[in-house]
Structures are given as C-alpha cells and as structure tokens.
C-alpha cells in the first residue's frame, strides 16, 4: 500500500514568522545613566552625555531607547537620542525590546505579500526559537483573513482552526 503525504498534496499555505526575524544585533539603550541620581535630568549634564558617547557601535544594530529609572524624561531627551542614533541604527524605537520586535514585525507584515495565501487555507506555523512578539500573529491574522479560506495555527498534524469563510 503506498502512503500518500495528503497535506504536501494540498492547497495549504504555511507560514513561519521565524522566517522573517530581521537579522542583527538588538540593543536596550537605557539614558538612566545619564541623569542625575538616576533621577533628575539636567540638560547640559545630559546633552554632554549625548555629545561624547560613541554612537557609531550601534552600526547596523536594532535600538529600543528607554529610562528604567522611574524618572520624568522629557521628549525632547528621547529625539535627541534618536537623533544620534538614527544615521547608524536600522530601527530605533522609544520603549522596551518587546516593543521594538513589535514594530519591526507590523512593517514586515505590512509588507508582505498575500497573492500566494489568496483563497487558499493558510496554516500559521506556532513555534519559533525567535523572540516572534504575540502581536505579528494578530497583524498577520488582520492581513490574511479578508483573503484566505482558512486560518489555522500550530502544524498540519496538529492544528487549530481559528478562522473559516463562511459556506453561504
């Protein structure tokens, strides 16, 4: 009797997020150390601070710019970083790691093409040894369900259904 793979024979689209992770170094820049008493932030201290660090080491780095000290940072103090950062970085964003995956993963499905998924049952691969944050599968979900037949999430042996086009 022959044994015929039924789900590499189907219409079934899979899709790993794992594929996409953007390749580079991810850096948590923290500006507690520049105020004072991880505190207070005085401008001229801090804009020196700005002025002498070494911005070219976050070349070709993801940067998420944040203040774990429980301090009232202005603004203004995060452009500023930013702006350091930015001829260097390939993404900086004001928050946590969390949030910088994140962002990155909105742009990357926001960019990506459906014509394959188009009609089609899709099947969202779970697992991932990347850090893949809990929102890309909510913004690949908003992107493929006005065009897929099907959604399901986890492996083709071991799937759940999560969204199905109505029969009308």
């Keep these: 009797m022959e044994i015929i793979n039924k789900v590499a024979n189907s219409a079934l689209k899979t899709i790993d997020l794992e594929v996409f992770y953007p390749k580079g170094k ?9 105020l004072f008493h991880e505190l207070i932030l005085k401008e001229k201290e801090f804009r020196a601070s700005v002025d002498n660090h070494d911005w070219s080491q976050y070349q070709q780095s993801f940067v998420a710019v944040t203040c774990t000290a429980d301090a009232i940072i202005p603004s203004w103090a995060f452009m500023l970083v930013t ?6 970085a390939n993404k900086v964003v004001i928050g946590n790691l969390e949030t910088l995956e994140t962002i990155l ?4 499905i926001e960019d ?4 394959d998924f188009q009609g089609k049952p899709v099947i969202v691969k779970g697992c991932s040894e990347k850090p893949v944050p809990i929102a890309a599968y909510s913004f690949l979900l908003e992107k493929l369900q006005p065009i897929a037949k099907s959604i399901l999430f ?5 799937s759940v259904p999560i ?6």
């Design 163 to 168: 969204y199905k086009v109505k029969k009308q």
């Design 26 to 34: 991810r850096v948590l820049f923290d500006i507690k150390d520049w």
């Design 154 to 158: 986890g492996e083709a042996c071991s």
């Design 83 to 88: 702006s350091k950062l930015v001829p260097f």
């Design 105 to 108: 993963y909105q742009k990357i």
């Design 112 to 115: 990506l093409s459906t014509e």
